[in-house]
C-alpha cells in the first residue's frame, strides 16, 4: 500500500503532515547542516537548546500562554501526569495549609469519560488519608450507564477548597468534549463549556480560582485553552495533534513549582517534580529529542497555514461535514450517534452502526476504501472516526462521501 492511498483515522498516534515527515527524515540524518543527525546530537548542546526554546516560543505565542506559566517538556505520556499531578498538587496545598488535617486535603474529579476515571483511580492509589471527591461523573447521568453528556454545573458538587479540580478537555475513546461548539443553536442544547464561573475562588491567593488541572491530551493545539490563565496545570502528550509519542508538554503556573522540603514526608520523585523541571529548563534529564523536533516542525508548519485559527476553522469544517452525513444516516436508521448534541467531541466521533452484522459489514468496507483506524476502543466497541490535525478536509470529503454511500445501500 502507498501512504497516499490510506486514510488513516486512528484516535492516537495519529496521521502527521507528510512534508514535515519527509523534513524530519532529513534531519535525523543531518541536522541543519551540522553533519550530525539530530538524535545524535547532545540534549545540552546550543543547536538542542534553541530547538527547545524555539519549541516553547511558538507554542507561547499560538496558545497565549501567560507570563505567569512555564511550559515544560517531559516523558511519561498523560498517565504519567495522571500521579504527577496529584503529587505536585497535594505539595502545594500541603505548604499554604500546613495545619490542615490530611483527610480533609480533597481532590476534585469531573469524571466525563474513560480517561478521566483512569485519573481518578489513580489519585485513589495515591492520595494516602486525603480524599478523593467525584464532583461529577457522565455515568450517573445516563439511562444505560455510559459516558454521553456532561450535564450543566447545578448537578455539580465543588469541594470548597480542593487540592485542585481535575477534568479532561476530550474524551478521547467515549467522544465527550467539553465547549460543544458544533451544538445547533436555536435547538434548545446545552452548550456545555467548562463551569469556570462555578468554581469557588482560591482562599489562598482570591485573584484566582482554585487550582484547575487539565487533560488536553487529544485537544492540545486544536483550539484555544478557555481560560489558560485559571489552568494550575495542562498537560498533554504529543502523539495526537503536536507529534510523535514521547513527548509530554505541560503548562504549569509559577505557584505549583516551589521546590519540596528536602525533609518532606510525602517525597515526590525527582522526574516528576514540577519546580525540578522548571528548574532544569526541561533538561534535568535527556528529553524526548525525536519527538520535540518533529513537534517544532508542526507547529511551523501550522504557522506558516496562519497559527491556531486557521487550525480552529479547518476543524470547523471537518466535524460540521462528517457529524451532519452521520445524521443523515441516524434519521434512516443506519447509525446512532453515541453522544448527546452538546458535549460530542470534534476530535473523536462515535457512532453505532445499527443492525445485525452491519458494523462488521461498514468496517471491512471501511478498510476496502483504505481507512484505517476506525474501529472503536475496545472497552465500547462501535466505531470511531478521529479527526485530528493532520487529517485534512480532502480527506474527510472521501470519509463523507463512503459514509453517505454506506447509508444509501443500508438504509431500510
Ligand atoms: N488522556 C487522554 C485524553 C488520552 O487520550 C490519552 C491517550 N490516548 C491519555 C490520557 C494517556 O496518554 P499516554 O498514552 O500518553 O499516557
Redesign the pocket.
Known amino acids: 500500500m502507498q501512504r497516499e492511498e490510506i486514510i488513516n483515522l486512528a484516535?492516537?498516534p495519529s496521521t502527521l503532515p507528510q512534508s514535515v515527515l519527509q523534513e524530519a527524515a532529513q534531519g535525523l540524518l543531518n541536522y541543519e547542516g551540522t553533519g550530525i543527525g539530530l538524535t545524535e546530537l547532545s540534549h545540552r548542546s546550543p543547536d538542542f537548546t534553541k530547538l527547545t526554546t524555539d519549541l516553547e516560543n511558538i507554542l507561547r505565542k499560538h496558545l497565549n500562554v501567560p507570563q505567569t506559566h512555564r511550559v515544560l517538556f517531559t516523558q511519561?505520556?498523560?498517565?504519567?501526569q495522571?500521579s504527577a499531578v496529584v503529587m505536585n498538587l497535594l505539595s502545594r496545598h500541603r505548604r499554604l495549609y500546613p495545619d490542615l488535617p490530611e483527610k480533609d486535603r480533597v481532590m476534585d474529579y469531573v469524571v466525563t469519560g474513560n480517561?478521566s476515571s483512569?485519573a481518578i483511580e489513580e489519585a485513589k492509589k495515591l492520595a494516602g488519608p486525603c480524599t478523593v471527591h467525584t464532583v461529577f461523573d457522565g455515568r450517573e447521568h445516563s439511562a444505560d450507564r455510559k459516558f454521553q453528556a456532561i450535564s450543566a454545573a447545578e448537578n455539580w458538587k465543588i469541594s470548597n477548597n480542593p487540592a485542585f479540580v481535575y477534568y479532561?478537555d476530550?474524551?478521547?475513546?467515549d467522544g465527550v468534549q467539553f465547549d460543544g461548539y458544533l451544538s445547533k443553536e436555536g435547538e434548545n442544547n446545552e452548550r456545555i463549556r467548562f463551569p469556570f464561573h462555578a468554581l469557588p475562588r482560591d482562599p489562598s491567593n482570591p485573584t484566582n480560582l482554585v487550582p484547575i488541572v487539565a487533560?488536553y491530551?487529544?485537544s492540545f493545539f486544536t483550539r484555544p485553552i478557555p481560560q489558560i490563565e485559571d489552568h494550575a496545570v495542562v498537560f498533554a502528550?504529543a502523539?495526537?495533534n503536536v507529534g510523535p509519542?514521547g513527548l509530554?508538554i505541560l503548562l504549569v503556573r509559577q505557584d505549583v513549582l516551589v521546590p519540596q522540603p528536602t525533609n518532606s514526608l510525602y517525597p515526590i520523585p525527582t522526574t516528576l517534580e514540577y519546580a525540578t523541571l522548571a528548574k532544569s529548563g526541561s533538561l534535568y534529564n535527556t528529553p524526548p529529542m525525536f519527538s520535540m523536533y518533529v513537534s517544532l516542525l508542526i507547529m511551523r508548519h501550522y504557522e506558516s497555514k496562519g497559527g491556531l485559527s486557521a487550525v480552529v476553522a479547518e476543524s470547523k469544517i471537518k466535524v460540521e461535514k462528517l457529524y451532519r452525513s452521520l445524521e443523515v444516516g441516524e434519521k434512516k436508521g443506519v447509525f446512532k450517534l453515541r453522544v448527546k448534541d452538546g458535549s460530542r467531541s470534534y476530535m473523536n466521533v462515535t457512532f453505532e452502526v445499527l443492525g445485525e452484522g452491519n458494523e462488521a459489514k461498514f468496517l471491512k468496507e471501511a478498510t476496502e476504501k483504505g481507512l484505517r483506524g476506525v474501529k472503536g476502543h475496545r472497552s465500547v466497541g462501535g466505531i470511531r472516526i478521529s479527526l485530528y490535525n493532520g487529517v485534512t478536509i480532502e480527506q474527510v470529503d472521501k470519509v463523507v462521501q463512503f459514509v453517505l454511500e454506506f447509508v444509501e445501500k443500508n438504509a431500510s
Open positions: 484516535a492516537g511519561g505520556g498523560g498517565s504519567l495522571f480517561w483512569k479532561c476530550n474524551e478521547t475513546v487533560d491530551s487529544s502528550g502523539q495526537k509519542a509530554t
